[in-house]
């Protein structure tokens, strides 16, 4: 049996490979679903996969950083569209919109 792979997977993929346009069409398709679905069901698991996979010795540090350099730039992007957001209001970035969404569920980046 095998597993169908998750949109988690299909980011960090694209993250790999430097897709961008890639990377950024999972991610607004993640968007669509709601912030908490891009941040949780998406982009927290692409980033533990990169990790894992740096960790396992099976990406370099160099893959790892320019990965997660274009999971920013795909999430800053798509900032402008996000549900909710003023535009000209507050200087929040995505970083810090997961990290809110994250602290109101006590989620730890570290787990």
Excluded: K
């Excluded at 346009?21 to 698991?45: K, S």
């Amino acid at each position: 049996m095998t597993l169908d792979p998750t949109p988690g997977d299909h980011f960090a993929s694209a993250l790999l490979a430097g897709d961008r346009p890639g990377a950024l069409a999972c991610a607004r398709e993640a968007l669509a679903r709601g912030v908490d679905h891009l941040y949780e069901d998406v982009v927290q698991p692409a980033l533990v996969r990169l990790g894992d996979l740096w960790m396992r010795n099976e990406i370099t540090i160099a893959e790892q950083h320019v990965a997660t350099a274009l999971a920013q730039s795909v999430l800053g992007a798509l900032y402008p569209e996000f549900p909710g957001r003023r535009p000209g209001r507050g200087r929040s970035s995505p970083a810090s919109r997961a990290s809110t969404t994250s602290s109101a569920r006590a989620w730890s980046p570290t787990c």
